[in-house]
């Protein structure tokens, strides 16, 4: 390797912040035309590093030389006026407007529309992301929504394209169409820095990956000639806990929903149409689909933020479609939403607070209109010492912890309510591989004791190591709930499409 080979070389980068060192003399070179994976645990740096590189966050030292001149950024126009192009986990897309209107809000001199709909044609066909830019957002898939933020990247002709988790909202076979783009541009002389917890993805894709533990860089290695669990130990710096479980017959039903039909609220929500299924205690049903197929508005029909026929949902017998969330949180129906912040959390609340916010009745944290904040502080305090979650302590604002901590937080504050039937959506999205393999264990762990669990996922594999049956969402409709034991990763990317052999049907 010469000099000339490396199209970003990166040196003693570091970031410190009050009471943490984000990044801690962080090097590393990335070749030309290389994919290079950007590995760690949650909280491990990642994200500094990239933002440094995209011009958001400014380095306090170090230095980077980019096609053999410096480089500091310092704004992403900046960036991006070098070559450095970047597609967030995060989609930054208008609903209300259409594909190119979208593009044209991210470049800074955009052409003529119709000259713009016309280049947007030609990238999104050259690299095999067909996109309508007519379309209106809204209306598109997570995937389609994907292309859209790939092309916007592409049209500037990046030297370096930067991904975070960029596969976590697509289906197997929108997986596949990916990593052949990323192919194509790589073999083009393009260099793809690529951040995902993903680690069979990593060997498949990647030519090199750098790992990042507390801030600093603990490893390189070769993904193809490294196993996903070696890499997820380098991460961790321990050995990785896999989950498991004694697999009890299941028993009664727990939770039935009949004929579910619920309107979305939503101007470009999805419909739930005829929904059926039952899960019984000790059991795990898993349900798959891409973003924006009906997956929160079932997590809402299910926890009784959205209401429906009484008979519709049922809850150990009795009939409950018609109860709000308090009624049913207090007969043993628990729930975890997608969204942490705003929605699972409230951001400016402490964790006590939050602890609070849904264990109150459950947890006995009030009593005639008086509310016992030492015991929520406890509570609160019990749930990060069970679930490992790094905070400095319970008086933390929730919008303090890193995603991955405090979706450890959320899903430990309802585990550890003891529920009957728990409802969960995206469990472990963004957080490592340690961190998941204790929420996978903990919703395994309260199937054992007797509770229904439902883990509404895109994380295939996570569907598969912790269900016991398994069905798929597509366009507000539920496939048919099949076992979940011997199931293809074909099958299941038919299922998710909602063209499968598997007949949509009632179970």
Known sequence: MTETDILLSIRGLTKAYPGVVANDGV???????????????????????????????????????????PFAPAEPQAARASGVAMVFQHFSLFDALNV????????????????????????????????????????????????VEIVRCLLQDPKLLIMDEPTSVLTPQEVEILFA?????????????????????????????????????????????????????LMVGAELHVPERAGKLPGPVRLAVNRLNIASPAQFGTSLKDIDFEVRGGEVLGLAGVAGNGQDELLAALSGEMLSSAEMVSFDG?????????????????SAPEERLGHAAAPDMSLTENALLTGVEREGLERH???????????????????????????NAARSLSGGNLQKFVIGREVMQRPGVLVVNQPTWG????????????????????TAVIVISQDLDELMEVSDRFAALNEGRLSTVVPAKGLSVEQIGLMMGGAHGMEVAHV
Request: proline share 4%; aromatic share 4%.
């Open 100 to 147: 190119a209107e979208n593009i044209a809000l991210g470049m800074a001199d955009p052409p003529k529309m119709r000259d713009l709909a016309q280049r947007i044609r030609e990238v999104s066909e050259q690299y095999g992301l067909p996109l309508d830019p007519d379309r209106l957002v809204g209306n598109l898939s997570a995937g389609e929504r994907q292309r």
């Open 369 to 395: 209109g008086f509310l016992y904040w030492g015991k929520a502080r406890d509570f609160a305090e019990a749930i990060i010492k069970r679930f490992d979650v790094r905070t400095p302590g319970t008086e």
């Open 181 to 233: 783009t990323l192919r194509k541009l790589s073999a083009e002389g393009t260099s793809i820095l690529y951040i995902s917890h993903k680690l069979e993805e990593i060997r498949t894709l990647c030519d090199e990956a750098t790992i990042l533990r507390l801030g600093k860089k603990v490893a390189t290695c070769v993904p193809r000639d490294t196993t996903a669990r070696d890499m997820a130990e």
């Open 27 to 69: 090097s590393l070179d990335i070749l030309r035309g290389e994919v290079h994976a950007l590995l760690g645990e949650n909280g491990a740096g990642k994200s500094t590093l990239v933002k440094m590189i995209y011009g958001l966050v400014k380095p306090d030292s170090g230095e980077m030389v980019l096609n053999g001149a």
């Open 431 to 450: 957080v490592d591989a340690a961190a998941a393999a204790v929420i996978r264990q903990a919703l395994l762990d309260l199937a054992e004791g007797g």
């Open 318 to 334: 009795r009939e409950i479609g018609n109860l709000g969330p308090t009624a049913r949180r207090r007969m043993g129906l628990l």
